[in-house]
RNA sequence: CGCGGGAUAGAGCAAUUGGCAGCUCGUCGGGCCCAUAACCCGAAGGUUCCCGGUUCGAGUCCGGGUCCCGCAA
């Protein structure tokens, strides 16, 4: 669309899958001073039970703005095609990036990470610490090396995570630093004007890939804040779930109550439906319950008053 | 043909060995009340997803089709 605007700003290759990124190449793109000229991203992927191959978000919006795309299944032994940019900007891009690709870049690998490193390192930072309870996260941009965001640190910003913050909520925002974030950093990188601070590894930690299995919901050993802070991070997926009647039954929004109820029992009450947690209670508000439509509360109630006093495993 | 659950009133669910299709909520009308989304009384609302078969009789049993959903990927 606007790329021959954009055309005499530097060049860049970009890697990255999700949403996030694409907020991050939005930027790059809306930018007069660099000039994406090749996205690298994961391959189209199986979606859903009719298995259709769909594209990655950032294929999606690189291929609006006619961009040339790559999707190696693998960056093991890809090569970056000859004649590229000398510099990379990296974000959400799912994948290890080794050593051999790093070093075609002779401008270096720029990385957008969605935690205030050296805290959060690895696949999950804005999930990992809204789950943990963290009342502030943040943006750090730095250079890529070869260990999982170990990295030297450019620059960071932070921002607060408020009681109610869930991850999409959180990663919008993250976003929108990040990409403003980056487009001052980097300039400062391209004149040298930028000292990279080595990251203080005895502070680090790591995240995990998050799996379904993250999501299940332990009654009676779980605080009903943590499983509030659970489901906040792991909104919409993997999501929480727990399983009644021994049916995989999925909370799609909750929020913390003050009823007395004992762990794991159902309770439907003035059309509102309450669980018992270890200690405190959760309201749950849109449920649905396996081969089921998604539903409210007071619908549910209405169809399933047999599940009253139930209790959930 | 990866595994499994489902389709019945506007919504969510029942319906025994095949035998008058019901419940909760909503909607509409009336009543009560200072008032109400609360409470009481009443009413409307159905091609039981589609096509075919078995039967005196099918929501229910058999065959085929469409759509929705939980897994898995």
Not at 22 to 28: D, F, Y
Not at 123 to 131: D, G, H, T
Not at 166 to 179: C, F, H, M, R, W
Request: charged share 15%; hydrophobic share 35%.
């Amino acid at each position: 669309m606007q790329q021959d605007s954009a055309q005499n700003g530097t060049p860049i290759v970009f890697f990255g899958t999700q949403t996030f990124a694409c907020h991050i190449l939005q930027g790059l793109l809306q930018s007069p001073f660099f000039h994406v000229s090749l996205v690298i991203t994961q391959p189209d992927k199986p979606v859903g039970r009719k298995k259709v191959l769909t594209p990655s978000p950032v294929k999606t919006l690189a291929q609006s703005f006619e961009i040339p795309t790559e999707t190696p299944n693998s960056l093991k032994n890809y090569q970056i095609p000859p004649g590229s940019p000398a510099l990379a900007v990296v974000a959400q891009y799912g994948k290890i990036i080794p050593e051999s690709i790093l070093n075609s870049f002779s401008m270096g690998v720029i990385n957008v990470h969605t935690s205030l490193l050296p805290k959060y390192r690895g696949a999950s930072p804005i999930q990992s610490a809204i789950v943990n309870g963290d009342t502030q996260t943040g943006v750090t941009i730095m250079l890529m090396d070869v260990g999982m965001d170990t990295g030297p640190i450019l620059s960071y910003e932070t921002l607060r995570i408020l009681p109610d913050d869930t991850y999409p909520e959180v990663d919008q925002k993250l976003a929108n630093i990040g990409s403003e974030l980056l487009l001052q950093t980097l300039p400062k990188v391209l004149d040298g004007t930028i000292t990279p601070q080595k990251q203080n590894d005895s502070e680090a930690t790591a995240c995990k890939m998050l799996s379904r299995e993250d999501g299940k919901i332990h009654w009676d050993t779980m605080k009903a804040n943590h499983i509030y802070n659970l489901y906040r991070g792991l909104t919409p997926w993997p999501g929480v779930w727990t399983t009644l009647d021994g049916l995989r039954l999925k909370l799609h929004k909750i929020t913390p109550s003050e009823k007395g109820i004992p762990a794991g029992v159902l309770l439907f009450e003035d059309g509102k439906i309450y669980v018992g947690a270890m200690e405190g209670s959760i309201e749950i508000l849109d449920l649905q319950l396996e081969g089921k439509p998604s539903m409210n509360a007071q619908t549910f109630i209405n169809g399933f008053q047999k599940y009253n006093h139930a209790h959930l495993i």
